[in-house]
């Protein structure tokens, strides 16, 4: 049988990996620049722990894991041929694949509450799963790298994560735009046309605008039971346009009368006028008041953020928001936080389309000692192993093949320098140094060699 992996999951090769590790090591060295701390948490949680908290259509994307032994034992026949799957998931399954790093880090903070400084502010980079139907850009394994801070209410801390994807992307190379909103503001606009109970409806649609025009978005507003009038009062804010300042001020009008529309629309001034005041806390990229943006509203209640790519055409490559009660779900209220999830493999197909690696970071081995025997390795290994101590990547081919197989190695792993050394270089304790890329040789000493290698 031909092996196979599974639909929407993928294998990296090294230069793959390399690329990824990039990806990663920026990142964390961002986080860790504003004081970010590392924790990682199981990849099965218990399904307790899971369901009911990403909605009815999320917990349909749980990958549940079946229990141990003989799991149908507590299950009857009649239930078999009923086929009622939710209901013959819940006895056959205990534990489930995380879908996110948001509820397991609720979890975490829960169980080791006395453990934690507040605030604290914690990164997480690892995989998650959903059973989702695989497409360009959507995985059913991929990696999220996440950043929060938790036991603060402080509008100061969306302030720093917008500077952390700010410095990610600067750092990538990677012109975005990033879009704030808030929930409070959505809320007050459901208040003041009369439709507070239709807020998720509400922002349902109109978060689909870019998608599908706002011809459409009205007709589903109609359908999820709007009146004409109602639909009427949201289109100014729809299609709001202006600077953040001048929108801000248009948001404000119109939400005079909701206490928690102004709060809302207070906030994002804080955020956006720290963020724009000053050279020092400017942006290098757009920051940009958009109100159809309504993501997360299972969970968030203050600012929302995403982050769109410029130069390519790809969906969301980071978003976030507040959340005033992360750890409400497990029994603990009051602990207010916020947070950023970088999408991994988006970002990873954002560098690839634009070709964005600097050299270094996907450079593999720099140097290869060529193998011609016996003799000639155990004067080699020694050199190698010196220069491997000055920081420079080394390997001894482990066969005394041809030498056109050896040099054929080291084109294909594309190492810019081979080292040989026969008898005469013994004598001379001394070596030969090729350039793989214009064919020049030297003789050198490994002093030489280690000197010359450190330049490149």
């Excluded at 929060?148 to 994807?165: A, C, F, H, K, Y």
């Excluded at 999830?341 to 050299?359: C, E, M, T, W």
Aim: negative net charge; charged residues 25%.
């Amino acid at each position: 049988m031909k092996p196979s992996i599974v639909k929407g999951t993928r294998d990296f090769g090294p230069q793959e990996m390399a690329r990824r590790n990039y990806i990663f090591n920026t990142i964390r060295s961002v986080y860790e620049l504003y004081g970010f701390q590392q924790i990682e948490t199981p990849a099965m949680e218990t399904l307790q722990t899971l369901m009911g908290k990403y909605g009815e259509e999320g917990d349909k994307l749980l990958f549940k894991v079946l229990n141990s032994g003989d799991f149908l034992t507590k299950v009857t026949d009649g239930e078999l041929q009923e086929r009622n799957a939710l209901h013959l998931a819940a006895k056959l399954c205990e534990k489930g694949l995380r879908y996110d790093l948001t509820v397991p880090f609720a979890r975490y903070v829960v169980m080791h509450r006395e453990e934690l400084q507040l605030p604290f502010k914690r990164y997480q980079m690892q995989p998650v799963w959903r059973a989702d139907r695989p497409q360009k850009g959507r995985y059913r394994e991929f990696w999220q790298f996440d950043g929060d801070i938790v036991g603060s209410d402080s509008l100061l801390n969306e302030v720093e994560l917008m500077q952390i994807i700010d410095t990610v992307f600067h750092r990538f190379g990677v012109r975005v735009q990033i879009k704030i909103n808030n929930r409070k503001i959505l809320t007050g606009i459901a208040e003041v046309i009369g439709a507070a109970d239709k807020i998720v409806d509400i922002t349902v649609a109109i978060d689909k605008l870019d998608k599908i025009g706002i011809d459409n978005v009205n007709a589903e507003l109609r359908e999820d039971g709007l009146t004409e009038e109602q639909i009427q009062k949201l289109q100014p804010i729809i299609l709001l346009e202006g600077t953040n300042e001048e929108k801000l001020n248009t948001i404000a009008e119109v939400l005079k009368d909701s206490e928690t529309g102004q709060k809302g629309v207070e906030e994002c001034r804080f955020i956006l006028s720290a963020l724009c005041s000053g050279s020092a806390t400017a942006l290098h990229n757009e920051i940009q008041l958009d109100l159809t943006l309504a993501r997360g509203l299972n969970y968030y209640t203050g600012a929302i953020f995403e982050v769109k790519a410029l130069d390519v055409q790809i969906g969301s490559i980071t978003g976030g928001g507040r959340y005033d009660n992360l750890t409400g779900i497990f029994g603990m209220p009051g602990i207010s936080g916020v947070g950023i999830s970088f999408g991994v493999d988006r970002i990873y197909d954002v560098l690839n389309q634009l070709d964005a690696y600097p050299k270094d970071a996907t450079e593999g081995t720099q140097l290869l000692f060529i193998n011609f025997g016996e003799k000639e390795v155990s004067y080699c290994i020694p050199i190698a192993a010196k220069v491997r101590e000055a920081g420079i990547r080394t390997e001894v081919f482990p066969d005394s093949a041809k030498m056109k197989k050896q040099m054929a190695y080291a084109n294909a792993k594309q190492i810019p320098f081979v080292v040989l050394a026969g008898d005469n270089e013994m004598k001379e304790g001394k070596l030969t140094l090729k350039n793989m890329n214009t064919g020049e040789q030297q003789l050198v000493n490994p002093d030489e060699l280690i000197k010359l290698l450190s330049q490149e």
